[in-house]
């Protein structure tokens, strides 16, 4: 402690840290273009455009000269999984840092070449100029032996207020093409595959299969094989609508044993508590210097599973050549992927060659990883052609991976004064973690039906340091003298769960903000001064303010049937800081009307996507909160379609208005997670101002709201 | 199974020898190269394939190959392109009115039917309009936006023309 003062020694931000070589990053190619290959990918989140324009700026180059390409195991720097919205602090830290680097190498090489100093020279657009006309650019001196080296730790970046194309609103690359429908998704890329083909799944998860009868499947036209594997069945076919009619024959003439596993939806809270499962305190802060505590609140809070439910189908396509795999796909994780690929093939990891496509909106760990083993094990039996696979409405809501139900208790103990002196947070869910590439055994859907069954995971958690999983933003962000953050991992997992977008954090936040709003009514105090009060961090301060402020908060009207609420978190406690107010409407139906949100994500580099981001998030969640949970009975999970679990519609969509409050020298965070927690705290706490009571337990429908409306009264 | 049907796609004449029962939206991203029509969900739920058969707004996925022949359809492909862009097209990529983009096209189709029938809509009618396309990404408001800046676009072309 007593050389407090000298630095600890510079290292590689983000992703360079564990991809050093400048050369994986980016190169310069003689015919007038950058090419640029992230190991993040686009996900429909608009972070390839985030990136060109970090490139872009640091080199000096238009950002139409950058190209991107899309990540492979063949070549691309490994950046693990493209989630918990850590590519602009991962990948985005990396590649400024790269290509700041890259810059100053070629005007090296450039003063080498004109005969002047360094410093001389300027670039435009590519162009490396100096004095007396003296002229070359990165195109000339393209060679890429010049950046096959490690990054430096050590380099001088653009001070943020010389920047000009990070910072603003460029239009996003991906977008004309979706307008035009030219083909981008890789559903559409890979529509000439020669093959299709489709899965059986069982009619439940437990289910085995008790008799296989594929003769009338066989007799469909365009068939070309069908593939058993144990409790496994997949057809490969000439054409997508004979790949179905096999299937579809398959499922009337196959029968199955099946199995109630299931808990009892209609019990959840109940059956969460009652699971066994591995309690660990995760957080705490102790303070003995308090008031006797004279009352405890308790409130206990559920969320239903949630399905991804993305409007795309899990789409792949893989081929094999001998014994070597290529697999193309639309997953979070091209390395991950591969590895869980490997082991179910008993293949060294460099006989699979995982390469990116983009697909439709991903917001978590959907079935893009399990649709890419359902290609891979059916392109099998057709060695040398390339099959694609593409999954029902039916396998993407009920067989993708679930974001688990999740029970939560809240206790708060209050002084004399009604102070807070202690606060006690459980949280009861399966993990929220079961991405492949992780562990000794794969992940993947199908592998658990396979004649070589390979054993069930039960989902985990990230440790609370980086982020956390059920317990994600479980820990207050106030200043409590006394709280104990508790997480009940459970220790079975008859639905399969894991990541979706904020993982446990809507849930947790929910609780918190709901449980905040009662206490600060208790003490007759304003909600949104009630949280100030008890925030000492200035940017969580700033973003309430914020948020307050324009929604006119102060001077907001009361009427007959409306309501405003206000809800706060930062993100997993270290990323933005983000407020919401809502103001919701109850007469026949009840309706989110409006969502005023302020939102500090550090330096912004794209405004307009960022925008889109914390908006898209905002409605998302308000669909989550309104209407969403995943229907099963106590064998088969019976959310199969758009009817059996319905999503927030047009009509049905608040109005969105967001502050960005920009900070260009602080560090650039990724956001769009961040308003899931606040929105939910907020329709709650709008539904309780309006019609004076309050819903525990998530979805908060119209049904909820009036069996408590009936229960008050 | 297979005979052959004439089709009518984007003004062009297609005979295709197919199952009659195939659904269109296979026909017209399988055989005929047309992707940017979307299998969202094969129930005609989600809106992502919808396609305009003589003027009206048809989900592809459930419409019979058969039931199509000799009528006029027109896919996004159809609706506009970079040389001659729809003015919602041009209008989707000022106000960025998507995300992922996967529901996009569809949305496309139904917004440029709605526009023919009603060339100035409210915002009620517009969203109502579009209560049959699903979107996961919440594109919505700017999706909305998009298609009132296209209504006063396309108004203000024709009381010129």
């Known amino acids: 402690m007593s050389d407090a003062k000298a630095s600890p020694p510079p290292v590689l931000p983000g992703s360079l840290k564990a991809n050093p070589r400048l050369g994986q990053w980016l190169r310069f190619d003689a015919s007038g273009y950058v090419e640029l290959c992230p190991g993040k990918v686009e996900i429909g989140q608009g972070i390839i455009t985030a990136l060109m324009q970090i490139a872009a700026e640091e080199l000096d180059v238009e950002p139409a000269r950058i190209h991107l390409k899309a990540p492979t195991t063949a070549e691309s720097p490994n950046e693990g999984v493209t989630s918990g919205s850590l590519s602009i602090q991962d990948s985005g830290s990396a ?124 007799a469909v036209p365009g068939l070309v094989a069908i593939v058993r594997d144990g409790n496994y069945i997949g057809v490969i076919a000439e054409s997508e609508f004979a790949a179905n009619k096999a299937i579809d024959r398959l499922r009337w003439d196959c029968t199955w044993d099946e199995k109630a596993t299931l808990p009892d939806e209609y019990n959840l809270g109940q059956w969460l508590r009652s699971v066994p499962a591995d309690s660990n305190v995760v957080a705490s802060r102790e303070n003995k210097d308090v008031a006797p505590k004279v009352r405890t609140v308790r409130r206990d809070f559920t969320r239903p599973f949630v399905a991804h439910a993305s409007i795309g189908l899990c789409c792949s396509a893989a081929e094999w050549q001998g014994d070597a795999l290529h697999v193309w796909t639309h997953c979070q994780g091209i390395y991950n992927l591969r590895a869980d690929l490997a082991l179910v093939f008993g293949l060294e990891p460099e006989a699979v060659v995982v390469e990116h496509m983009e697909g439709a909106g991903c917001y978590g760990h959907n079935g893009a990883d399990d649709v890419a083993l359902d290609a891979a094990l059916l392109a099998r039996a057709v060695p040398g052609k390339r099959v694609r ?34 606060w006690r947070h459980q949280v009861w869910s399966n993990g929220h973690a079961t991405r492949p590439g992780r562990g000794d055994n794969p992940t993947l859907l199908s592998a658990y039906y396979l004649e070589k069954a390979f054993p069930r995971i039960v989902a985990g958690n990230m440790p609370l340091q980086t982020g956390g999983g059920a317990d994600r933003n479980a820990v207050p962000a106030y200043n409590f003298p006394n709280f104990a953050v508790t997480n009940h991992r459970l220790l079975e997992m008859p639905i399969r769960t894991s990541a979706l977008r ?29 949280r100030l009060r008890h925030l000492d961090d200035p940017r969580a301060r700033a973003v309430i303010e914020a948020a307050a402020k324009r929604a006119n908060w102060a001077s907001r009207q009361k009427r007959e049937g409306t309501g405003y609420g206000v809800g706060y978190a930062k993100y997993k406690n270290l990323a933005s800081w983000c407020a919401a107010i809502a103001e919701i409407e109850a007469d026949e139906e009840i309706r989110v009307r409006r969502l005023t949100i302020a939102v500090d994500a550090g330096e912004v580099i794209n405004p307009d996507g960022l925008a889109n981001q914390i908006e898209g998030g905002a409605i998302q969640t308000v669909s989550w909160v309104m209407k969403e949970a995943v229907r099963f009975d106590d064998t088969r999970i019976t959310s199969v379609d758009w009817e059996t679990y319905p999503i927030l519609k047009f009509s049905e969509v608040p109005a969105v208005d967001i502050e960005i409050i920009n900070r260009p020298d602080e560090r650039a965070l990724g956001a769009g997670e961040a308003p899931h927690g606040p929105v939910a705290g907020a329709i709650a706490n709008a539904i309780h101002d309006a019609l004076g009571v309050r819903v525990y337990d998530l979805p908060l429908t119209f049904d909820r709201i009036v069996k408590a409306m009936q229960e008050a009264d | 199974m297979s005979e052959s049907i004439r089709l009518s796609v984007n003004g062009k004449e297609h005979d295709i020898a197919a199952d009659p029962d195939t659904p269109l939206l296979h026909v017209l991203r399988q055989n005929l190269g047309l992707t940017g029509s979307h299998l969202g969900c094969g129930l005609n739920q989600c809106g992502a394939c919808n396609v305009l058969i003589d003027g009206h707004v048809i989900a592809a996925c459930d419409t019979p190959l058969w039931s199509a022949a000799g009528k006029q359809i027109v896919t996004i492909e159809g609706l506009g392109g970079r040389g001659n862009p729809h003015p919602l097209q041009t209008a989707f990529i000022d106000e960025q009115a998507a995300q992922c983009g996967y529901c996009i096209s569809g949305i496309l189709v139904t917004a440029a039917a709605l526009l023919k029938s009603n060339p100035d809509p409210d915002e009620a009618e517009i969203r109502s309009a579009l209560d049959g396309n699903l979107c996961r990404c919440g594109a919505h408001n700017r999706i909305v936006q998009a298609i009132q800046k296209a209504a006063k676009a396309m108004r203000s072309e024709g009381a010129a023309a």
């Open chain 1, 502 to 530: 904020s993982l446990g954090a809507t849930a947790n936040v929910f609780a918190i903000e709901s449980m905040m709003d009662e206490l600060a009514k208790e003490a007759g105090e304003d909600p949104v001064a009630f």
């Open chain 1, 389 to 422: 696979v593409l999954w029902s409405r039916e396998e993407e809501i009920a067989w993708s991976p679930h974001s688990p139900g999740m029970a939560i208790t809240i206790e708060a103990d209050l002084d004399e004064k009604g102070e807070i002196v202690d």
């Open chain 1, 95 to 218: 590649i400024r840092h790269a290509s700041a680097q890259a810059r100053a190498i070629y005007l090296a090489q450039a003063a080498e070449k004109l005969g002047v100093d360094a410093d001389v020279l300027r670039i435009e657009d590519g162009a490396i100029r100096g004095p007396d006309n003296l002229a070359t650019s990165y195109w000339e001196l393209a060679d890429d032996a010049l950046l096959d080296r490690d990054a430096d730790p050590q380099v001088a970046k653009k001070p943020s207020g010389a920047r000009t194309v990070s910072g603003s609103s460029l239009r996003r690359l991906d977008i004309p093409e979706k307008i035009f429908g030219e083909p981008r998704f890789i559903h559409d890329r890979m529509q000439a595959s020669v093959l299709h083909g489709r899965v059986l799944r069982p009619p439940s998860p437990s289910a085995t299969l008790k008799n296989f009868d594929d003769a009338r499947a066989k």
